[in-house]
């Protein structure tokens, strides 16, 4: 069984940083894509950033892309998101997600094929 435990979520000021955790279990990182899905305070899904062991590739959103950076512990078999400069629109509950790259790319949620519960993380002004 799949299991995603995502962990790291926190309350910080704009321009902080927050690293999240994602520990995968049941899961072979060549197997799918995994990353991160944001949901925000409007309830919109947005795909935030997420890699494909694969097919050697990586994606962020443009609304975090270099200020986010996606990495991974083979060992721990755990995935990271660190994040900085953090921004108030930055503010959602973080679930990390299984499924296809492409999903990922245009924020089809449902089209994960496994996630966990969510992080929150939350920016102040």
């Known amino acids: 069984e799949v299991q995603l435990q995502a962990s790291g979520g926190g309350l910080v000021q704009s321009g902080g940083s927050l690293r999240l955790s994602c520990a995968a279990s049941?899961?072979?990182?060549?197997?799918?894509?995994i990353g991160w899905f944001r949901q925000t305070p409007d309830k919109e899904y947005e795909g935030v950033s997420c890699?494909?062991?694969?097919?050697?590739?990586?994606y962020y959103a443009d609304s975090v892309k270099g200020r986010f950076t996606i990495s991974s512990d083979s060992a721990k078999n755990t995935v990271y998101l660190q994040m900085d400069n953090l921004k108030p629109e930055d503010t959602a509950t973080y679930y990390c997600?299984?499924?296809?790259?492409?999903?990922?790319?245009?924020?089809?949620?449902?089209?994960?094929?496994?996630w966990g519960e969510g992080t929150q993380v939350t920016v102040s002004s």
């Open positions: 890699w494909s062991s694969r097919d050697g590739i990586t």
């Open positions: 049941g899961f072979a990182f060549d197997e799918a894509a």
């Open positions: 997600a299984v499924g296809p790259f492409e999903q990922f790319l245009v924020s089809h949620w449902l089209g994960m094929h496994y």
